[in-house]
Nanobody
Framework: QGQLVESGGGLVQAGGSLRLSCTAS????????MGWFLQAPGKEREFVAT???????TSYADSVKGRFTISRDNKNTVYLQMGSLKPEDTAVYYC?????????????????WGQGTQVTVSS
C-alpha cells in the first residue's frame, strides 16, 4: 500500500513564501492525479490545487490563483509553491492522490491522503 508524506510547513509572515513537498511511496505518484487541500480549524477540507498524471495540466482554487503553483517531478514528489501568503491561508495542508483522469476537486474523489502539514501565516 502506498503512502503520502507531506513536509515543508511552518510559520511564516504575511507576504512570505513556503514550498510544501509530498513524497509518495508504493508507486502511487506515477499512476495518479495529485491534489493539495487545506483544512482550517473548524472548517471543511477544501480544494487548493491539482496536477494531472503527466504534469501538463493544473487547476487552482480561485483563492490561490496567481499565488500558488503545483508541480510534480518525474520521480515521487509533488510540490506546492506558496507565495504572497495571507493569514487566511493558515491551515493544515494535505496531499492526496486519485486515479481519476479528469480534473477533480472533491475530497471524495481522492483515494490516498497524507497526514498533513501545518502552515501558519502571521499578520
Amino acid at each position: 500500500q502506498g503512502q503520502l508524506v507531506e513536509s515543508g510547513g511552518g510559520l511564516v509572515q504575511a507576504g512570505g513564501s513556503l514550498r510544501l513537498s509530498c513524497t509518495a511511496s508504493g508507486g502511487i505518484l506515477s499512476r495518479s492525479r495529485m491534489g493539495w487541500f487545506l483544512q482550517a480549524p473548524g472548517k471543511e477540507r477544501e480544494f487548493v490545487a491539482t496536477v494531472s498524471q503527466s504534469g501538463d495540466s493544473t487547476s487552482y482554487a480561485d483563492s490561490v490563483k496567481g499565488r500558488f503553483t503545483i508541480s510534480r517531478d518525474n520521480k515521487n514528489t509533488v510540490y506546492l509553491q506558496m507565495g504572497s501568503l495571507k493569514p487566511e491561508d493558515t491551515a493544515v495542508y494535505y496531499c492526496a492522490a486519485t486515479l481519476t483522469l479528469g480534473i477533480v476537486k472533491s475530497t471524495t474523489a481522492y483515494n490516498f491522503w497524507g497526514q498533513g502539514t501545518q502552515v501558519t501565516v502571521s499578520s
